[in-house]
T-cell receptor
Framework: QQQVKQSPQSLIVQKGGISIINCAYE??????FPWYQQFPGKGPALLIA?????SEKKEGRFTISFNKSAKQFSLHIMDSQPGDSATYFC????????????FGTGTKLQVIP | GAVVSQHPSRVICKSGTSVKIECRSL??????MFWYRQFPKQSLMLMAT?????????EQGVEKDKFLINHASLTLSTLTVTSAHPEDSSFYIC?????????????FGSGTRLTVV
């Protein structure tokens, strides 16, 4: 019930291309879906997040698409750059108070020139 | 924005000794902080929830006597790895959110790389 499944495990994209990472969740009570970016040796940093009352959220080159009925959400990175090379984690949690965050397994993205 | 400072960033200790890791919220107060452990090429594994002024809540399988957590103030939580062994070598990360933040997102510290030799 608490799992968040993430795919692919790794991804290689050409510079300027679109990177797409997918996640699926089980617990329909989750109401907050963030994406975190982590560089080697650093803690994760919040990239973008969405709530289930909207189907899409865009911030610069990063877009989250959310499908509530399918219990799936995805991150799209447009015009991918070498500096985007990092590990990306999707996550899900409940809002209200301090709630545990359930993380996906992570996707290592490599953007090649 | 919210900043969480974690110290030290790297520590090497001898087997059998104890190591203390600090997690501070620099510009906000947090009654709750979370401690994670991350193995190479793996996701974050929640170890415990640190509660200001009360006992921490540990996840199943995490030894509370080995991983001592103290949350003495609204801006500081510490994780002490006691009698460390090589298998405790890992990347430890804390996270926190401001009391007044209803947004849902957490800020993470920069992590502590612990190597037990």
């Amino acid at each position: 019930q608490q799992q968040v499944k993430q795919s692919p495990q790794s991804l290689i994209v050409q510079k300027g291309g679109i990177s797409i990472i997918n996640c699926a969740y089980e617990n329909t009570a989750f109401d907050y879906f963030p994406w975190y970016q982590q560089f080697p040796g650093k803690g994760p940093a919040l990239l973008i997040a969405i709530r289930p009352d909207v189907s899409e959220k865009k911030e610069g080159r990063f877009t989250i698409s959310f499908n509530k009925s399918a219990k799936q959400f995805s991150l799209h990175i447009m015009d991918s750059q070498p500096g985007d090379s990092a590990t990306y984690f999707c996550a899900a949690s409940l809002t209200g108070g301090y709630q545990k965050v359930t993380f996906g397994t992570g996707t290592k993205l490599q953007v090649i020139p | 924005g919210a900043v969480v400072s974690q110290h030290p960033s790297r520590v090497i200790c001898k087997s059998g000794t104890s190591v203390k890791i600090e997690c501070r919220s620099l510009d906000f107060q947090a009654t709750t902080m979370f401690w994670y452990r991350q193995f190479p090429k793996q996701s974050l594994m929640l170890m415990a929830t640190s509660n200001e002024g009360s006992k921490a809540t540990y996840e199943q399988g995490v030894e509370k006597d080995k991983f001592l957590i103290n949350h003495a103030s609204l801006t500081l939580s510490t994780l002490t790895v006691t009698s460390a062994h090589p298998e405790d070598s890992s990347f430890y990360i804390c996270s926190a959110r401001a009391l007044t933040d209803r947004g849902g997102g957490y800020t993470f510290g920069s992590g502590t790389r612990l190597t037990v030799v």
